[in-house]
């Protein structure tokens, strides 16, 4: 698979920033949702570039 282990731990962290951003966008609180969002993309392009 991947010798760095940090890699598939970014890609997790992306992945459970983005069911924050689902969660907070049904509960209305949308510039949350948007920084999570912004999170969650960068978490998993950091992921998978170091992959």
Known sequence: MT???LAPVLVFIG???GG???SLA???LK???A???VGAV???TAG???W
């Open 42 to 44: 960068m978490a998993i």
């Open 48 to 50: 998978v570039l170091w």
């Open 20 to 22: 924050g951003v689902y």
């Open 3 to 5: 010798d760095n282990l």
């Open 26 to 28: 049904k509960q209305g």
């Open 35 to 37: 920084m999570c969002a």
């Open 15 to 17: 992945l459970f920033l």
């Open 31 to 33: 510039a949350g949702a």
